[in-house]
């Protein structure tokens, strides 16, 4: 708990003087004023985070965390929970989807297992080429079926978004200028549903989508249990540790943590997908001020999550359709990160361009 | 106009069986079934429009054609017609937002002379690195004021569109995988729109834009400048080189070119903003099975784009308020178009990895 309020304390405000200055740069720049739209947002904002005038972005780390959820046992997922150690494998062996954009943005994986239901037969490790890694952080092997009971104890709950801020400060101090969040968890988009639920306001029924895939059967059943762990555990919206403990999911804790834990070092986070959201709103109802090192990588095919983004105040960068987590939607919007500084840094001046400004 | 028919002739449709493959193989990667949205459909539309099983796009182009407009006359634009030679020389030295862009793409940039109103001081080269190259394409010195006349002659419009089949077939014999159009042009949103509106039938009122950045006087000027072309010049909608030469340009003849020569040559092009709309629509005009091979890089900025891409039935990839011009959305999509690429080629199968199918 100590560990959880020091990161919190830790966070700064953005460097509004120096985001002051980009823009003045940005404006001065061989193109009509503002036609660079979200880049030239996303440059400035990127200048607030880091406090630096040109902002490096080379060392980018995926950090994939994997949970389970003892609220499949309730038919909420088109998957078996088996998948979940099985993607491990896969993330670990380079075959996922994660891996393939995460290679193409020059980013490491590091994927994280923070409470998956199965003895992975594999220690904490990186890779020769140090593009791959993993980490043992598990809080337990999976959550309780939060429509019997809460999904975890608080305790465990604030373990779970610790464990997130050491992954950062170990990846930190590996070399680290940003960081895309990613999970992996079959049935997490049902946790990651009530969370948002519970903390939007708004009815699980508007919010909770098919994830993997459920046909409308189990649709209804993930939405009925969403009402049935909120209807059991009765979670107090204004108490984030509360709702995480007792709907939420070990990932989803490890996230807000990661998110926690990057702003405090000023680290930019590119915000994932449905599951990532959901972090992001316990980590924005701990810490307000960790919103303006959120960038929203992309808005994903799962029903609530545009609607939870723009509560957050977050506008995406993509909107391809995509569903699939693992930090892949984050992974395919660092290159628009890498755009907007490289517009701030590679362009030239109308002045040393001897280009002619506006009439 | 022999060369441009054949060329028409010369576009295949897309290779439909090996699309059908293409697919199934997506659907046996570990993902659920289309949890990557738009990437799918890409990655099968780029194995249909090169009939390869594995696309390569190493070698990338973005085509930028340079022209003036007559009619910036009537005070259609924000900028004075002397930009368009300064932007030329900028992108010839590497400083402007297509420069920026198309380095971050590894894409080449081939800035094409179409059009401009000045005598450029400098000849047909590439530079030591191949990476920027100059061509003297022009037609004429800008087109005349289409208020008071044509635009261009009949036979204009046809040299502009076989100047930009040529510029493909010079750069195809360099290596080509994947062109973006782009465009350089003060004044040039005006005769886009003009295009535009005739093509799709919609109001100029609601289809021009601020551009570069009219103010509301501006814009009145606009789109009075575009009712009296389309009252005095009488072009017939169904009559795409009539319409090009009546109230249209030497840069988006230019972006047609390119788009039909490619085509013919299967290789994909992605279209930038909306000028380089405008050449689309002309070039469907020509030749309906041009489409297939188009990609909508992005939505822009300006006023009518995402409503004329939604008639010509192509959707953007990307929707950040871009409103620059030059290639700069096609640059920044061509990472998409590769990640949809890696995606069918790079990642593992449920076979391979030894992970569970849907229950």
């Known amino acids: 708990m100590e560990r959880l309020k020091r990161t919190i304390d830790a966070i700064p405000t953005p460097d509004r003087d120096r985001m002051a200055l980009a823009q003045r740069r940005l404006d001065n720049l061989t193109k009509p004023l503002g036609s660079l739209g979200r880049l030239e947002e996303l440059a400035a904002q990127l200048v607030g985070i880091t406090g630096q005038d040109s902002p490096s972005l080379k060392r980018k780390v995926i950090?994939?965390?994997?949970?389970?959820?003892?609220?499949?046992?309730?038919?909420?997922?088109?998957?078996?929970?088996?998948?979940?150690?099985?993607?491990?494998?896969?993330?670990?062996?380079?075959?996922?989807?994660?891996?393939?954009?995460?290679?193409q943005a020059g980013a490491r994986v590091i994927v994280v297992d923070m409470g998956v239901?199965?003895?992975?037969?594999?220690?904490?490790?990186?890779?020769?080429?140090?593009?791959?890694?993993?980490?043992?952080?598990?809080?337990?092997?999976?959550?309780?079926?939060?429509?019997?009971?809460?999904?975890?104890?608080?305790?465990?709950?604030?373990?779970?978004i610790v464990r997130g801020i050491e992954v950062v400060e170990s990846e930190h101090a590996r070399g680290l200028d940003i960081i895309g969040t990613g999970d992996?968890?079959?049935?997490?988009?049902?946790?990651?549903?009530?969370?948002l639920s519970i903390l939007t306001g708004i009815d699980p029924e508007t919010i909770a989508g098919r994830g993997t895939g459920v046909d409308d059967k189990g649709l209804a059943r993930k939405v009925a249990a969403i009402r049935k762990g909120i209807e059991v555990n009765r979670p107090d919206?204004?108490?984030?540790?509360?709702?995480?403990?007792?709907?939420?999911?070990?990932?989803?804790?490890?996230?807000?943590?990661v998110m926690l834990g990057a702003a405090a070092r000023r680290v930019p986070v590119l915000v994932d997908g449905f599951i990532s959201c959901a972090g992001a709103f316990l980590a924005v109802a701990l810490a307000p001020r960790v919103k303006h090192f959120l960038i929203a990588s992309h808005c994903s095919?799962?029903?609530?999550?545009?609607?939870?983004?723009?509560?957050?105040?977050?506008?995406?960068?993509?909107?391809?359709?995509?569903?699939?987590?693992?930090?892949?939607?984050?992974?395919?919007?660092?290159?628009?990160?890498?755009?907007?500084?490289?517009?701030?840094?590679?362009?030239?001046?109308?002045?040393?361009?001897?280009?002619?400004?506006?009439?």
Chains 1, 2 share one sequence.
Do not use: W
């Open 63 to 103: 950090i994939t965390m994997a949970g389970d959820h003892g609220v499949v046992e309730d038919g909420v997922s088109a998957y078996p929970k088996e998948v979940t150690p099985q993607m491990v494998y896969n993330f670990l062996r380079g075959g996922a989807g994660v891996n393939v954009l995460a290679r």
């Open 117 to 160: 239901a199965a003895d992975l037969k594999t220690a904490d490790h990186v890779s020769a080429d140090g593009m791959t890694g993993f980490r043992n952080c598990k809080v337990a092997p999976g959550t309780r079926n939060f429509t019997k009971g809460p999904a975890m104890t608080r305790d465990e709950a604030v373990l779970s």
């Open 184 to 195: 992996m968890g079959i049935g997490n988009t049902t946790p990651s549903a009530a969370v």
């Open 237 to 257: 919206r204004a108490d984030a540790l509360d709702v995480l403990a007792k709907v939420g999911g070990f990932e989803i804790g490890g996230i807000c943590g």
């Open 301 to 359: 095919a799962e029903k609530g999550h545009g609607l939870c983004l723009e509560h957050l105040g977050l506008q995406p960068l993509l909107d391809l359709g995509l569903r699939l987590g693992e930090g892949t939607g984050a992974a395919l919007a660092m290159h628009l990160v890498e755009a907007a500084v490289r517009i701030l840094t590679g362009m030239a001046t109308f002045e040393a361009a001897g280009v002619a400004k506006k009439l």
